[in-house]
């Protein structure tokens, strides 16, 4: 059992490239979520899904796009890439949208925009 | 939404209970009190979580107060491993059923030999 498998684990990019981080779960989880976490602001919510073909904007959304074709993938789309999208990237499952249920976290992507 | 206060670090000395509080005075009765931990460079891991009732398990146990308030993670032996930002968080629900974590800034724990 893989739990939540992210990659890459380490990206540079150059301002304006794009790319896509890839979140994959095993569990059969509803509920799958994209964060971001950026020295002493804890962890923030950017995209999450609670099912296939939905998907909602958290925090902070902003050039950043999602989909959820598949319960399995989720996705992270980084359209144009700015330094302040330098951040460490967590992927988040859990079984159901009902709180009581645990959430369960990817071991991070690291994204430096130069 | 329910919002979490910890303290920024705390430190305990290997073998002693490290115990965590956390203040969440505007939890509503249906929202839930989460605690998880990251070790330097990990994804967050979870340990445990309550809505009234005290809980154990293997890693922890988790205090929560009559007024639901507050809430006291318990570490009963902590050992070197146990260093780690601790998070306490409180599940809201919104939009029919749809859900986010409110991660706060953490507390620091180390441990000490």
């Known amino acids: 059992n893989a739990g939540v498998t992210q990659t890459p684990k380490f990206q540079v990019l150059k301002t304006g490239q794009s790319m896509t981080l890839q979140c994959a779960q095993d569990m059969n989880h509803e509920y799958m979520s994209w964060y971001r976490q950026d020295p002493g602001m804890g962890l923030r919510l950017i995209h999450y899904?609670?099912?296939?073909?939905?998907?909602d904007q958290g925090e902070v959304p902003n050039g950043y796009n999602v989909s959820r074709s598949t319960t399995e993938d989720f996705p992270l789309r980084l359209l144009s890439a700015a330094p302040s999208q330098t951040s460490v990237y967590f992927c988040?499952?859990?079984?159901?949208?009902?709180?009581?249920?645990?959430?369960?976290f990817g071991e991070g992507s690291w994204l430096t925009v130069v | 939404d329910a919002k979490t206060t910890q303290p920024p670090s705390m430190d305990c000395a290997e073998g002693r209970a490290a115990n965590l509080p956390c203040n969440h005075s505007t939890i509503s009765g249906n929202e839930y009190v989460y605690w998880y931990r990251q070790i330097h460079s990990q994804g967050p891991q979870y340990i445990i979580h309550?809505?009234?009732n005290n809980e154990t398990n293997e890693m922890a146990s988790l205090i929560i107060t009559e007024d639901r308030k507050s809430s006291t993670l318990i570490l009963p032996h902590a050992t070197l491993r146990d260093t780690a930002v601790y998070y306490c968080?409180?599940?809201?629900?919104?939009?029919?059923?749809?859900?986010?974590?409110?991660f706060g800034t953490g507390t620091r724990l180390t441990i000490i030999p």
């Open positions: 968080i409180v599940r809201v629900a919104i939009n029919f059923g749809n859900e986010k974590l409110t």
């Open positions: 309550g809505l009234k």
């Open positions: 899904s609670v099912g296939a073909g939905i998907t």
């Open positions: 988040a499952s859990s079984l159901s949208r009902t709180p009581g249920n645990t959430i369960y």
